[in-house]
């Protein structure tokens, strides 16, 4: 390939980082409280909440990502073609265009935010359960609210505890991104996939590659400084 065929596709590749980073971020800014509401709804006394939250992470974790992909955005279909479907909600998703490009969003990041929170559930839960139960006697006997414990005493140590694994999930969405090209959705490797024909090359794939790898080593550095800034708990 020519250095002015590469620089063409550095020029694609660039524009189309800003949907990989869309999904990244909001990825994110939706599944992080969510993963905190199911770990706390995990550890409700309440049986059947707990049961249930446990069969949702099972769910979510068991499965693959892809597969919940491909559930999502080909469900709706299916729905409205199912006989045991209220008519009211064929009435309501009738008017859905499954076509277009905010419909393929919205459901790809309904999938990612479902699956990640499960993950992060999981995280915060561990990181809430460390903390040892005197703490919560001591922050009541010194007349702090269950809610003023939580937040004020307890949450800071759990978000220390959990950075490590938090950063590996975070880093782990950078590359899972890519598994929206089987939506398909227009991002980095979508389109990648699309030049290698058109130039017979394998250098798209490559470069695609060398833009994941560029995010990858960003968060890790923002990791590590994270990670030293909350030191002072130690």
Do not use: H
């Not at 459901?107 to 040892?132: D, H």
């Not at 017979?200 to 990670?227: D, Q």
Request: hydrophobic share 50%; glycine share 4%.
């Amino acid at each position: 390939m020519t250095s002015e065929q590469i620089m063409t596709l550095f020029g694609l590749m660039l524009e189309y980082t800003v949907p990989t980073l869309k999904i990244f971020a909001f990825t994110l800014l939706y599944s992080i409280p969510l993963g905190m509401v199911v770990a706390l709804l995990k550890m409700c006394r309440f049986k059947p909440v707990s049961w249930l939250t446990n069969i949702y992470i099972l769910i979510m974790r068991g499965t693959p990502l892809l597969l919940q992909l491909i559930v999502a955005q080909y469900s709706v279909p299916y729905i409205i073609r199912s006989d045991i479907c209220p008519q009211f909600l064929k009435d309501m998703l009738g008017g859905v265009d499954i076509r277009s490009d905010s419909y393929t969003f919205n459901m790809m990041l309904i999938a990612f935010v479902l699956n990640y929170a499960a993950y992060f559930a999981e995280i915060f839960r561990g990181g809430i359960e460390s903390i040892p139960k005197g703490q919560y006697e001591a922050a009541g006997a010194l007349g702090f609210s269950r809610l003023q414990t939580f937040f004020r005493i307890i949450l800071p140590q759990v978000i220390k505890r959990v950075v490590p694994a938090s950063s590996n999930e975070i880093i782990t969405l950078v590359k899972d991104t890519s598994l929206a090209s089987a939506i398909p959705y227009m991002e980095i490797m979508y389109i990648a996939k699309k030049q290698v024909p058109l130039y017979a090359s394998l250098l798209p794939l490559f470069m695609a590659g060398a833009f994941y790898f560029v995010f990858a080593t960003v968060l890790t550095a923002l990791f590590s400084f994270i990670e030293k800034k909350l030191d002072y708990y130690r």
